[in-house]
């Protein structure tokens, strides 16, 4: 079973305008990840943030966390068309479990040149 | 450096057959995990694989089983085939430094239809 819910499960967006995608999840976490994946491919990793963490940044992305809200977002900016691909969020328990992935549904974003 | 792969990239078979997908981790790594995608949804943990014993697993029956090699590479092997596992079958690797596992890189997956 998913862990969380992704919103929105579509986004279509012009060039240059900013994405944003929301991840909410239901237990705790020793770190929540988002990855990229084009056309069914594999994944890509994009950033990870720890739960200590409330907001990391890797270029263009922007990433939040609230653990009180069990829940993050990714910001993309100044999207491109290239940017256009599934976004998943992906929580690691830690601990014994460490290093297993429980992802969302993943939000599928389109940007229109 | 190779990363991780897999094999074959497509492969289509009929119910009640056996399915074996293969996967080389990242030069360096130990460990494998694998994940099932359907269609148009996240991907599911199966199991993990390190120092050749499945450490975890995720709620897949008994039909899903693995194996690792002293090499770390990887098999999947799916028996008795049903329509619903036609998906993508992903595979990850890792290493685990310390008690801890890094970050988890991803293959190019193997994509199963079931007829």
């Known amino acids: 079973s998913q862990q969380g819910e992704e919103d929105p499960q579509a986004l279509s967006i012009q060039e240059g305008e900013n994405a944003t995608m929301n991840c909410s999840y239901k237990?705790?976490?020793?770190?929540l990840q988002w990855y990229r994946q084009n056309s069914g491919r594999g994944l890509v990793h994009l950033i990870l943030?720890?739960?200590?963490?409330r907001e990391k940044h890797s270029g263009r992305l922007r990433v939040t966390l609230d653990t009180s809200k069990k829940s993050s977002s990714l910001l993309i900016t100044a999207s491109r068309a290239a940017d256009t691909a599934s976004y998943f969020c992906?929580?690691?328990?830690?601990?014994?479990?460490?290093?297993?992935?429980?992802f969302g549904e993943g939000t599928q974003l389109t940007v229109n040149p | 450096d190779a990363g991780v792969t897999q094999s074959p990239t497509h492969l289509i078979k009929t119910r009640g057959q056996q399915v074996t997908l293969r996967c080389s981790p990242k030069?360096?790594?130990?460990?494998v995990s694998w994940y099932q995608q359907a269609l148009g949804q996240g991907p599911q943990f199966i199991f993990q694989?390190?120092?050749?014993?499945?450490?975890q697993r995720g709620n897949f029956p008994d039909r899903f089983s693995g194996h690792q090699f002293p090499n770390y590479s990887s098999e999947l092997n799916v028996n008795a085939l049903l329509l619903g596992d036609s998906a993508l079958y992903l595979c990850?690797?890792?290493?685990?430094?310390?008690?801890?596992?890094?970050?988890?890189?991803f293959g190019e997956g193997s994509r199963l239809t079931v007829l």
């Open positions: 943030i720890r739960s200590n963490e």
């Open positions: 030069s360096g790594h130990d460990t």
């Open positions: 237990t705790s976490i020793n770190n």
């Open positions: 992906a929580t690691d328990a830690g601990g014994t479990s460490g290093s297993r992935l429980t």
């Open positions: 694989y390190y120092e050749e014993e499945e450490r």
């Open positions: 990850a690797s890792s290493l685990r430094l310390a008690g801890v596992w890094g970050e988890l890189f």
